[in-house]
């Protein structure tokens, strides 16, 4: 069983900034492609950063520049530093990896956080 669980969404003003963790648990052999997408009410769920094992991030652009992806390969973790949030990046943030267990490999999701911008 392979776990996604995120954390470090919230509240926050326009301008400020948030850091999100997501963590990676369970019987995994071995992790390619970690990620970040997000979805607003009313839209589909669109893709923010993502940074695989030894390769370049890439990034939406409405993110370039304010938002940074890292991970941490040792605790099977992935970052999302934001900052000069805006209103528009209001949604709920959620965690993506692909990865390989026994059964071979799969992407698999967290169950999201809500990242809030408002004054």
């Known amino acids: 069983q392979v776990q996604l669980v995120e954390s470090g969404g919230g509240l926050v003003q326009p301008g400020g900034s948030l850091r999100l963790s997501c963590v990676a648990s369970?019987?995994?052999?071995?992790?390619?492609?970690m990620g970040w997408f997000r979805q607003a009410p009313g839209k589909q769920r669109e893709l923010v950063a993502t940074?695989?094992?030894?390769?370049?991030?890439t990034y939406a652009d409405s993110v370039k520049g304010r938002f940074t992806i890292s991970r941490d390969n040792a605790e099977n973790t992935v970052y999302l530093e934001m900052n000069s949030l805006k209103p528009g990046d209001t949604a709920v943030y959620y965690c993506?990896?692909?990865?390989?267990?026994?059964?071979?490999?799969?992407?698999?999701w967290g169950q999201g956080t809500q990242v809030t911008v408002s004054s």
């Open positions: 993506s990896a692909f990865l390989r267990t026994s059964t071979g490999w799969n992407n698999y």
């Open positions: 369970g019987s995994i052999f071995s992790i390619h492609t």
């Open positions: 940074i695989p094992s030894g390769g370049s991030t």
